[in-house]
């Protein structure tokens, strides 16, 4: 006789299969290393409607909430250095210049291996963040107040240097120094515009904040040309007014030799404005020449399609989270239905032999 159906213990309990099966995949009968895993897939598969259910339940909840959150896209931007001719870049001749102070340079003397750094810097953000954009409607608002509303503060500044950081996506390709900018936003011609003037936002920073040694070179060549100057103009006033007090220095080899002098010190000094001015224009050439160029190479535009939510990953998520949320609570339900069935009964049994 087959004792498939259900079977009746004292105290009027009956066992059902889908109990016993469960009762016999806890049980080690002595033999097996571990649990009957056929008992368990036969256990699980009685309950197969409530797992199908909650796998459905699950991706129905999750398909709703990404149609419910708002979508985000990403506007993307490449950006390559301009190659120039004599010389390495002005960030090279830094780390060289450090290597020779015994400083070791990061980043292998590449100017674009910096570049992600400076870009989440907050000199850079905050400049960004005062830029004015124009959203998807045409309302035209500084960039802080479509990433954070409230009254300004230096808290809001912070939080809004944060989250401008969060919404950056920076990579670089160490081969071809190819660096590439996206930005989130809901606001896709937000977006796209806040990529683009990333770019030249990063351009200002180099051309206005990067110290290189054509710049130091060319100050210091102005402020000194700027005493020379000074200088050639005292030696002038001082002959001006030598010749005024002496129209007649013939007669005299005192004011003769005086005069001389006075001559000797004008020509000197306009010999040292002569050359520090070609100095100078040399240095300016140089520190435009210092300056990194950035080309963009792939322009922002509003992106068309949204990078989130993904209702397609939501789906599958939700699905499977929902499917181990019914086989927990089915295991919860046969483990409680075991202890009903055979109250006080130890977990484990040995079989004799």
């Not at 036969?42 to 309950?47: K, P, R």
């Not at 002038?236 to 003769?256: I, Q, T, Y």
């Not at 010999?271 to 963009?296: F, H, K, S, W």
């Not at 949204?306 to 019914?326: E, I, N, Q, W």
């Amino acid at each position: 006789m087959s004792d498939s159906g259900p079977k009746s213990r004292p105290g009027n309990v009956t066992e059902h299969p889908a109990s016993r099966a469960f009762e016999e995949a806890l049980v080690d009968d002595g033999t097996a290393a571990g649990p009957d895993w056929r008992a368990v897939g036969e256990a699980l598969w009685s309950g197969r409607v409530r797992l199908f259910a909650g796998a459905a339940i699950g991706a129905a909840l999750a398909l709703g909430l990404a149609f419910v959150l708002p979508p985000t896209y990403v506007a993307n931007v490449a950006v390559l250095e301009a190659p120039r001719a004599g010389g390495g870049s002005a960030l090279d001749q830094l780390g060289l210049q450090a290597e020779m102070l015994g400083i070791k340079a990061g980043g292998g003397g590449s100017n674009a291996l910096t570049y992600p750094d400076l870009i989440r810097s907050r000199r850079l953000l905050v400049s960004l963040l005062k830029t004015p954009f124009a959203d998807q409607k045409g309302a035209t608002a500084p960039l802080i107040d479509h990433v954070r509303k409230g009254t300004p503060s230096p808290q809001r500044t912070e939080l809004a240097v944060r989250e401008m950081r969060k919404r950056l996506d920076i990579s670089l390709d160490r081969r071809t120094n190819l660096l590439r900018v996206g930005v989130k936003d809901r606001d896709p011609v937000l977006a796209a515009a806040v990529a683009n003037r990333v770019c030249f936002a990063l351009q200002d920073l180099l051309t206005h904040a990067m110290m290189t040694q054509a710049s130091a070179n060319r100050r210091f060549i102005e402020e000194r040309l700027a005493g020379a100057e000074r200088d050639l103009a005292s030696a002038e006033g001082a002959l001006r007014s030598f010749r005024e007090a002496n129209r007649h220095v013939d007669g005299s080899p005192r004011l003769m030799l005086d005069q001389a002098r006075l001559l000797r010190e004008l020509r000197v000094r306009e010999e040292v404005v002569i050359a520090l001015t070609r100095q100078y224009e040399i240095a300016r050439v140089d520190e435009n020449r210092d300056v990194p160029v950035l080309n963009v190479v792939d322009p922002a535009t509003p992106p068309a399609f949204r990078s989130a939510p993904r209702r397609g990953a939501m789906a599958l998520g939700g699905l499977l989270l929902g499917l181990v949320a019914a086989a927990a609570l089915l295991w919860r339900d046969r483990a409680l239905a075991f202890e009903v069935v055979a109250p006080g009964r130890p977990g484990r049994e040995t079989k004799a032999a």
